[in-house]
């Protein structure tokens, strides 16, 4: 199989910074995260929250959603660290890859319902806010596969191949140079899917979690298709990959969400952030609810208490001019 083009994989996985090393799966990483909260904190402003509160919420998320993707991982690709000739250790070697989008979204969804409930914060608001990052996050994560030379399709001789070495190769076509780069694939699909949601947020109002279950409908789509053409090892059920059936079950469910979002939910959340300074004792806002109190009890003055008290202090005036005591005529 002659190609006369394709794309060249690193000749490395990493970079060293002095002596710091900079693995490339890692940033691929970290950047996908720098983005997916830069573009949530954008759409949570613009829909009336608090700067920062997508940011604050993500510590939450973040690691949550890292230690979901490597269990799923773990969990679905025992074989690879349990067993004769493995070391257990190398399950916690995240920087060498292995993570599963679907468990990253599982645990990552418990992080935020986590800051959502520290912060007053209705989940699905936030989720909608945030669905698009993370796409755009998945789209820059992916390119991690491609520093590790992992997760390719099929051999092909298409002028966008991808070229693995020798050592990463599959052990049946060792002759062969290049294959489908579906981690490319993969990642065009994800840019696509953010555009999507984004397109169909602004067009229809979508709300109370519309926006993120659409771009997990979306995303199973494309991954339903471009997990066929993947060659690594994967337990199959039914003549498919467990990844094709978690892509069925996920879409049907992300699809009855949104049926059943919209019958219960129509619309758009008005107010996705409580007013804090509003609702804190001794904020400005507080203040105002103090006094707003005191009059609704009537502790204030009402005006005919006030002409009483404008009275009593001009009898001692009179008084005084007249010589009688006051009161008196």
């Known amino acids: 199989m002659?190609?006369?083009?394709?794309?060249?994989?690193?000749?490395?996985?990493?970079?060293?910074?002095?002596?710091?090393?900079?693995?490339?799966?890692?940033?691929?990483?970290?950047?996908?995260?720098?983005?997916a909260v830069w573009l949530g904190s954008r759409r949570w402003t613009a829909r009336g929250g608090r700067a920062g509160t997508v940011a604050d919420i993500a510590v939450w998320a973040v690691p949550f959603g890292l230690a979901g993707g490597r269990?799923?991982?773990?969990?679905?690709?025992?074989?690879?660290?349990?067993?004769e000739g493995r070391n257990w250790v190398d399950a916690f070697k995240i920087w060498d890859g292995g993570l599963g989008i679907w468990g990253a979204v599982a645990l990552g969804a418990l992080g935020a319902w986590i800051g959502c409930r520290r912060r007053?914060?209705?989940?699905?608001?936030?989720?909608?806010?945030?669905?698009?990052?993370?796409?755009?996050?998945?789209?820059?994560?992916?390119?991690?596969?491609?520093?590790n030379q992992e997760l390719y399709g099929r051999a092909t001789d298409l002028p966008w191949a991808v070229e693995i070495d020798a050592q990463h190769r599959p052990v049946?076509?060792?002759?062969?140079?290049?294959?489908?780069?579906?981690?490319?694939y993969e990642s065009l699909w994800c840019v696509g899917v953010a555009a999507l949601v984004i397109w169909a947020d602004r067009r229809f109002k979508l709300g109370h979690g519309r926006v993120f279950w659409l771009y997990v409908a979306a995303y199973t789509v494309g991954r339903f298709w471009i997990e066929y053409m993947r060659v690594d090892d994967a337990h199959h059920f039914a003549g498919m990959r467990?990844?094709?059936?978690?892509?069925?079950?996920?879409?049907?469910?992300?699809?009855?969400?949104?049926?059943?979002?919209?019958?219960?939910h129509p619309?758009?959340?008005?107010?996705?952030?409580p007013d804090t300074e509003e609702l804190t004792p001794g904020g400005g806002g507080g203040a105002s609810l103090t006094k707003s109190s005191e009059e609704s009890s009537g502790e204030s003055?009402?005006?005919?208490?006030?002409?009483e008290a404008t009275e009593d202090d001009e009898e001692p005036s009179r008084a005084a001019k007249t010589g009688k005591p006051a009161g008196t005529s």
Request: hydrophobic fraction near 50%.
């Open 2 to 35: 002659e190609t006369l083009a394709f794309i060249p994989s690193p000749s490395a996985g990493e970079i060293h910074l002095g002596p710091i090393p900079l693995r490339g799966y890692a940033f691929c990483i970290i950047l996908g995260v720098f983005v």
């Open 267 to 273: 619309g758009r959340e008005e107010i996705v952030e």
């Open 120 to 147: 007053g914060i209705p989940l699905p608001a936030y989720a909608d806010a945030v669905a698009p990052g993370v796409a755009l996050a998945q789209a820059i994560g992916r390119w991690g596969n491609w520093f």
């Open 301 to 307: 003055e009402s005006p005919s208490d006030a002409s």
């Open 172 to 184: 049946d076509t060792p002759a062969l140079a290049t294959y489908h780069p579906t981690f490319l």
């Open 242 to 264: 467990l990844n094709n059936w978690t892509s069925i079950l996920v879409f049907l469910v992300a699809v009855a969400a949104i049926v059943i979002s919209a019958r219960k």
């Open 71 to 83: 269990l799923y991982h773990v969990i679905t690709d025992y074989q690879l660290y349990f067993g």
